[in-house]
């Protein structure tokens, strides 16, 4: 049986489906990928050995962020999707529905890691629904994000808002 995996982007307006294995998964910590992420590091897994990638809503917009990468994000919701190089493609570990076993086995463009994330685990933790002081503006909350599975129709009829 082929390994099939989906995921997408946050507003659901760009979707994916890979069949077949994926290859390493990495975090890059290149000043580059910083800021395609907006984060300290890009979480990333390779693709170019699956059997296919298929875009199966919308497809990616696309900036070339230098003379032999691009990068892939919904154009509606900024999400970071894609790695592409010459030698191949990978997709954003944390787009996909289910991330939790896609797990990074090596760190690349160290030389731009920030100092600070090697402590990570070392900072305080805290359960969302365990900071008091905003429990009623979480209760007031309405997520507008796809959910972790494909969809037939996106997003859900949303009552008019007109007189």
Not at 72 to 85: D, Q, R, V
Not at 139 to 152: E, F, G, L, R, W
Request: hydrophobic share 35%; net charge negative.
């Amino acid at each position: 049986m082929t390994e099939e995996r989906s995921g997408g982007c946050q507003c659901g307006a760009v979707r994916f489906r890979v069949r077949g294995k994926l290859g390493h998964a990495s975090i890059c910590h290149c000043r580059m990928c910083q800021k395609a992420f907006g984060g300290f590091y890009a979480p990333l897994v390779s693709v170019r050995e699956a059997d296919s990638v298929d875009w199966t809503r919308g497809e990616p917009a696309r900036f070339q962020s230098s003379n032999v990468v691009a990068r892939g994000f919904c154009s509606a919701c900024g999400t970071p999707l894609t790695y592409e190089a010459p030698d191949g493609m990978a997709l954003s570990i944390a787009a996909f529905d289910k991330p939790d076993d896609i797990v990074p086995v090596i760190a690349y463009g160290v030389e731009g890691k920030l100092p600070y994330t090697d402590r990570m685990a070392e900072i305080a933790e805290r359960r969302t629904e365990e900071d008091a002081a905003a429990v009623a503006f979480l209760a007031s909350v309405v997520s507008y994000q796809h959910p972790d599975h494909d969809t037939t129709d996106w997003p859900p009829h949303a009552p008019s808002t007109k007189d």
